[in-house]
């Protein structure tokens, strides 16, 4: 096929020959009698082959004008339909009616074709409401009427193809003017992707809801057993409390009843026993003044007799005063604690003569209740009944002082120590309380028992007891 251009040049070559050959055929006819040939070739006057020359160059000019132009709206024609055929959307071109509906198709591209099924021809006998789904059809008027009146809309439908599938497309119409009639200018996408895209993720948002109404449903589960747990720990934990205070309250009282005990007893002992033996004691005294008297020599015997058996009875009167101090320190309801303490020492000096004692005690006895300085009093008696048969010191020093509204305690010796892991047992002899039933007494005064060690120097046992406020607190050793 020739091309435009070859075209155009053999169209000005034959016009400029037509035009040569009219021309001779004007001249011979109208202007000059001559023969024919004579006008057209052999014997041309000069002035009329300047104006055919000038006239063909003008010609030919014109021609290539035209050619240029004509070339490139071809080429511009070509680029719009080559760019109109391969866009992946769907275009559809329509006038407008009279009835302001659109009309059948009056141009496409090859994709709304393909997308289709239709061919051209078969396209530009239908119009959109011919394959578009039927329940978009009743919506058409109202689209059109916001494309009359705002001149641009954008909207979602659903096409159907030659072969039944359905198409959803998202189509950006336009009000144009074409060849002096409105017409509309519709680009159809195909958004198959985006609503399947749409869905699998409404899908997705579905069942991560239902996953958190699973979990969340799971976590109250686990929320309420952890609360029924919570709530039977709270009332195993006040269970406990209670029973470490009714504990603490037998303990309370069956040192108490110890101590009553203890005093009856010793009352008994002092009573009866020491006044007994008191009275034997005055009686074989004066029976040994009577023998001395006589001082016959055959009961020289006798008399040494009754020596043996004073010594006896002053022995067993100590003992019984003794233990009658020990169940029940008289001298502490009668002198008060720093007293009853510092004869405490003094005893322990005498029968551990090898220990150096020293004592600093202020004078409580007018802010601590007397079961409150008992306490006190049993925590140095066992304290020192302990060092006497495990410590083995050379040195030992008690100081209890005031300071404002707490009495402090620090009994220090520089003995072997004690084992901590054992110091306070668990579960200590029903008959040798020790440490247990020292810090079971820090603990009914309101104190915290603290027992110190290090290695070669001894032992350091300390406490503190409020005056006012008193309550019970836990017992930790420390080192």
């Known amino acids: 096929m020739i091309k435009v251009k070859h075209k155009l040049i053999i169209a000005a070559i034959i016009g400029s020959a037509s035009f040569w050959l009219m021309d001779a055929i004007i001249d011979r006819t109208i202007f000059d009698k001559r023969p024919f040939l004579d006008q057209l070739i052999f014997n041309i006057p000069a002035h009329e082959i300047y104006m055919r020359l000038l006239s063909i160059i003008c010609l030919i000019l014109f021609v290539f004008l035209i050619s240029r132009y004509i070339i490139k709206s071809k080429e511009s024609e ?23 509906m659109p009309g059948k198709i009056i141009e ?3 994709e709304a074709c393909k997308r289709l099924g239709y061919s051209r021809e078969e396209l530009f006998n239908l119009s ?27 909207f979602e439908t659903v096409l159907v193809a030659k072969d039944g599938r359905r198409i959803p497309v998202e189509t950006n119409a336009h009000l144009v003017d074409f060849k002096g ?5 519709a680009i159809a996408r195909d958004i198959t992707v985006r609503l399947q895209a749409q869905e699998a993720l409404q899908n997705a948002h579905e069942e991560l809801e239902q996953r958190v109404i ?19 720990h709270r009332l195993t934990a006040e269970a406990l409390k209670e029973s470490e205070q009714k504990l603490r309250r037998l303990a309370t009282r069956l040192l108490t009843a110890q101590e009553d005990t203890r005093r009856r007893m010793a009352q008994e002992l002092q009573e009866e026993m020491g006044q007994t033996l008191l009275a034997m004691k005055l009686q074989i005294g004066s029976i040994k003044d009577e023998l001395l008297k006589e001082k016959q020599r055959d009961q020289e015997s006798l008399v040494t007799d009754c020596d043996q058996l004073l010594q006896h009875f002053r022995a067993m009167v100590d003992n019984i005063r003794r233990l009658s101090r020990d169940l029940s320190p008289v001298i502490l309801e009668e002198l008060g604690l720093a007293a009853a303490v510092k004869n405490l020492f003094e005893e322990f000096s005498n029968n551990h003569q090898h ?5 600093n005690i202020d004078e409580i006895g007018d802010v601590l209740p007397l079961q409150d300085q008992i306490n006190i009093f049993r925590i140095c008696q066992e ?3 302990n060092i006497g048969k495990h410590s083995h010191p050379t040195q030992l020093s008690l100081a209890i002082k005031k300071r404002g509204g707490r009495v402090s305690f620090a009994m220090e010796d520089n003995g072997r120590g004690i084992d901590l892991h054992g110091a306070l047992p668990q579960e200590p002899p029903a ?14 005064l309101g104190g915290v028992l603290r027992i110190e060690r290090q290695e070669g120097q001894g032992t350091r046992l300390t406490f503190e007891v409020p005056v006012k406020g008193r309550g019970v607190f836990e017992t930790k050793p420390s080192v």
């Open 78 to 100: 070509s680029r719009y339909q080559h760019l109109f055929d391969n866009i992946y959307d769907a275009i559809f071109v329509m006038h407008l009616t009279d009835e302001r």
């Open 383 to 385: 304290s020192l009944t």
């Open 108 to 110: 496409t591209n090859d």
């Open 431 to 444: 008959q040798d309380l020790g440490l247990a039933a020292v810090d079971e007494r820090v603990r009914i």
């Open 355 to 359: 220990i150096k004692t020293s004592v």
């Open 181 to 185: 009639k409105p017409t509309i200018l």
């Open 214 to 232: 699973e979990r969340t449903a799971a976590l109250t589960q686990v929320n309420r057993q952890l609360q029924r747990e919570t709530e039977e």
């Open 128 to 154: 959109v409401k011919d394959f578009n789904a039927p329940e978009q059809v009743p919506h058409i008027p109202a689209r059109v009427q916001r494309l009359l009146a705002e001149g641009h809309v954008i």
